[in-house]
């Protein structure tokens, strides 16, 4: 199987802390684990290192990566299966629930990745990822403008998701909080100072888009700004701030 099938980041360069600093935060693994209703049978779609997989159920997690297979804890209610979203290698509503959490937008396909979902599932499929549009309303967007750039690009229109998922689906706006466990960007709105740790953005696949000459001035302009104070003359409330409403969205999709 090519990197290029598996999706848009060699994870074998460049996922190697995924499962340290990408661990599931238990206020938003509530959301999905909820919206997958009473299923007992979930297939986990681009499974990564295994966050947000219920461990109450029965889980075929489908991942493309072996160095990300390879971070995931031994579970005896899961199986792996190395296949890509837009190939299943699963018949008709064969589980009772499906979920994609933070990985469709490095699909090669996305919306062909969904509807393989949608085939295989009898019951709700869910979706956690970030609406485009929204993104700049993380005020990383102003140090980092070549990260917004790829990553506009990257994540497909949250209409296209509903589309993509047959039509009907509910769409929830997910507020992060302040001590978020997950490492996505929007996990530091209130803590700035973790941008300047290499391990950090390591854990972020939009920096792999970003050339290190500019990702290196994009990190200077915010250390700048932390050192001088000028962050916290415009952002300081965030660090006072409970949660962050921005561009992470829960879609779940009815049943077929």
């Given at each position: 199987?090519?990197?290029?099938q598996a999706g848009d980041v060699d994870y074998?360069?460049?996922?190697?802390?995924?499962?340290?600093?990408?661990?599931?935060?238990?206020?938003?693994?509530?959301?999905?684990?909820?919206?997958?209703?009473?299923?007992?049978?979930?297939?986990?779609?681009?499974?990564?290192?295994?966050?947000?997989?219920?461990?109450?159920?029965?889980?075929?997690?489908?991942?493309?990566?072996?160095?990300?297979?390879?971070?995931?804890?031994?579970?005896?209610?899961?199986?792996?299966?190395?296949?890509?979203?837009?190939?299943?290698?699963?018949?008709?509503?064969?589980?009772?629930?499906?979920?994609?959490?933070?990985?469709?937008?490095?699909?090669?396909?996305?919306?062909?990745?969904?509807?393989?979902?949608?085939?295989?599932?009898?019951?709700?499929?869910?979706?956690?990822?970030?609406?485009?549009?929204?993104?700049?309303?993380?005020?990383?967007?102003?140090?980092?403008?070549?990260?917004?750039?790829?990553?506009?690009?990257?994540?497909p229109a949250v209409d296209r998701v509903v589309?993509?998922?047959?039509?009907?689906?509910?769409?929830?706006?997910?507020?992060?909080?302040?001590?978020?466990?997950?490492?996505?960007?929007?996990?530091?709105?209130?803590?700035?100072?973790?941008?300047?740790?290499?391990?950090?953005?390591?854990?972020?696949?939009?920096?792999?888009?970003?050339?290190?000459?500019?990702?290196?001035?994009?990190?200077?302009?915010?250390?700048?700004?932390?050192?001088?104070?000028?962050?916290?003359?415009?952002?300081?409330?965030?660090?006072?701030?409970?949660?962050?409403?921005?561009?992470l969205r829960l879609v779940v999709g009815d049943?077929?």
């Amino acid at each position: 199987m090519s990197t290029a099938q598996a999706g848009d980041v060699d994870y074998g360069r460049h996922g190697t802390g995924y499962s340290a600093l990408r661990r599931t935060d238990p206020r938003i693994a509530d959301l999905i684990h909820r919206a997958l209703g009473p299923a007992r049978t979930v297939a986990n779609i681009g499974a990564g290192a295994g966050s947000y997989e219920p461990s109450d159920r029965r889980v075929l997690a489908v991942e493309p990566s072996e160095a990300m297979i390879a971070q995931r804890p031994d579970s005896p209610s899961s199986v792996v299966v190395r296949a890509v979203a837009g190939a299943l290698p699963l018949p008709d509503r064969a589980v009772d629930a499906s979920m994609a959490t933070v990985t469709i937008h490095q699909w090669p396909d996305p919306e062909a990745g969904l509807v393989e979902m949608r085939r295989v599932t009898r019951g709700p499929v869910v979706v956690l990822t970030f609406d485009p549009d929204s993104l700049d309303r993380l005020w990383l967007a102003e140090y980092a403008p070549e990260l917004y750039r790829a990553e506009h690009r990257r994540y497909p229109a949250v209409d296209r998701v509903v589309a993509a998922l047959g039509g009907s689906a509910s769409v929830l706006e997910v507020a992060v909080p302040f001590d978020c466990t997950d490492g996505f960007t929007e996990a530091y709105f209130g803590r700035p100072e973790a941008f300047l740790e290499p391990s950090v953005r390591r854990a972020q696949s939009a920096w792999t888009f970003v050339d290190p000459d500019e990702e290196a001035a994009s990190v200077e302009r915010l250390r700048a700004d932390l050192v001088s104070g000028r962050w916290d003359a415009r952002y300081s409330h965030l660090r006072r701030q409970s949660d962050f409403v921005g561009a992470l969205r829960l879609v779940v999709g009815d049943p077929a």
